[in-house]
């Protein structure tokens, strides 16, 4: 047999409590805990094939055909695979997503959780699902956390062998929902991975991640007993601490847009007027807008009331990668 | 003689590395020194009499008679005053502001340092520079800071007798200009005096508290060299930590609306291409841009296509308070 092929689906995630930082830049070994969700609705799927006659790896996103940075990684992470299987072949990847990428939704950490499981497979290896985690996470960090299903930790750790995510509750035991205002689809300027690198330079950085800890008990409590207020401050906190970190690292990073801080003032009324909802921004201007499924309408009809929203997605938990027939 | 009476001006000033925290709060001991100047066009005028027949001590701000919290304050504040001049007589305190009062333009530190020394004089003391700026701080700490010409560092010291301001540069040193940007004149929900209460509640606060030697020694030495890209950038630097102290403190101060979004990456842009030009904001929305003389008209000319900016006060760097003519 000289052709081996797999297929894979992956959701991102949306971070409750965030990955900023790395113990080690090359390893993406992080340098606190975190916590998030996966989102159903949105996917990555992957197909990665292995033949002989291939003489380089190849790259298609969307049936575009990738060269440059965004082919290297992907060249990178099959080293990896290859190194793993110890087998020198060369590889076609061929990835859809379903929504944009480089705007704040986290399309790196689907698309290397699916990428993970496909070329795994592809060239004959059976990982588990700590393996796979593992793996994912040197592609893209937050990759990790979106194999297992439902709501997801990350352990941190101090090497390769145990930093990696795993499950601490189905995506059936809480009905969250994720409502996603996106404000800008253009790309970042500054990407996760050089972002992670500056997050050193800002002098409040030690300090957040000290505070870690807390942050995670609080947020990892609230969801095993479903106790949405407790959650949200923690959320918001969380947020405003990466966030204040990004905007003190030097060069400063404002990912913020005026409409961000609107709708982050929007949704601290409404949970003021009674409705479960709290907001949490990734490395981008879109504000994911937590809430519950009883509520997820209600605010999906409120939200377009702030002006210069471009679009609105929704997810619910959703579940772990896994293969797929093409 | 049973009438005494005198009238002092001061300026309201605009913290360059800012103060967000005491380490003693009713003394007003800051946790970290800071850097202002003083504003020329905007002043307070404090008319204070001293009288047997006064029955108790009575204010007013821009002809409208004060009671309640406002009252107690300056009430407190006198206490002080008879406590150093060993006199029991009550005031009649008269002050005029010419800008509006608890909208991020610091009107308390003109008020207090205007109020300290026509208190003092009328009480029939005669107070050095350096007691003057001690006593302006018991009213609230910033207003150590407007006691002195031009550009003023306060250092922090340990206890009443060493906590205070002095000048490092006079204000024809460097012709800079603040040109304040309002977006908003409503009052704010969560005045300074608590503010600085809450500021040991942020996880961040000591790391912003540690860092601020490092800040305040670049500024001083960009004020004393007439170096603005190296004050501009540590001076967003400092603004932008201490409202990431504020936006993490419990519970969170935002105080930042979108517009002074807007204006913080407008003023980042016309810096990016050439124009002498940083930001700051006190706590509030409004937006401090400071330039240089040269570029200040061309700067107010361009502000007005930000939509939402609601006044615009332009001010150069302001002399010591000092005492007036009624």
Redesign the interface.
């Known amino acids: 047999m000289t052709t081996d092929t797999a297929s894979a689906i992956a959701h991102p995630n949306i971070a409750l409590i965030k990955y900023w930082g790395n113990k080690d830049q090359k390893l993406r070994i992080p340098v606190n805990g975190s916590i998030s969700f996966n989102l159903d609705s949105l996917f990555t799927k992957t197909k990665v094939t292995f033949d002989f006659s291939f003489q380089s790896d190849s790259l298609s996103i969307n049936e575009q055909e990738i060269s440059g940075p965004g082919l290297d990684r992907v060249v990178s992470f099959l080293d990896i695979v290859r190194g793993l299987a110890e087998k020198q072949l060369f590889a076609r990847v061929e990835s859809e997503n379903n929504f944009p990428v480089g705007t704040g939704i986290a399309s790196s950490a689907s698309a290397f959780a699916a990428l993970s499981l496909s070329a795994s497979k592809a060239i004959g290896l059976s990982l588990t699902e700590k393996e796979l985690s593992r793996l994912a996470r040197r592609g893209s960090g937050s990759a990790c956390r979106s194999i297992p299903e439902g709501f997801v930790e990350w352990f941190p750790g101090e090497s390769d062998s145990n930093s990696y995510a795993q499950s601490i509750a189905t995506p059936n035991h809480w009905n969250l929902v994720d409502i996603i205002a996106v404000v800008s689809i253009e790309h970042k300027k500054v990407g996760s991975t050089t972002g992670h690198e500056l997050a050193n330079s800002s ?2 950085q ?3 991640v ?2 870690t800890d ?1 942050r995670l008990q609080i947020v990892r409590k609230a969801i095993l007993e479903q106790d949405f207020l407790k959650m949200a401050e923690m959320v ?2 969380d947020s ?2 990466m ?3 990004m ?2 690292s ?1 060069p ?1 990073l ?1 990912y ?7 709708i ?2 929007t949704v601290k009324e409404w949970r003021a007027a009674g409705i479960p909802v709290c907001y949490t921004l990734d490395a981008g201007p879109n504000v994911h807008v937590i809430t519950t499924k009883g509520y997820s309408d209600k605010i999906i009809s409120m939200l377009p009331e702030i002006k210069g929203i471009k679009t609105i997605y929704k997810a619910s938990v959703g579940g772990k990668t896994r293969l797929v027939e093409d």
């Open positions: 002098p409040l030690n300090a957040r000290r505070d807390h918001e906190m405003n601490i966030h204040a970190v905007m003190t030097n400063p404002m913020w847009e005026s409409i961000s801080i609107t982050m003032k």
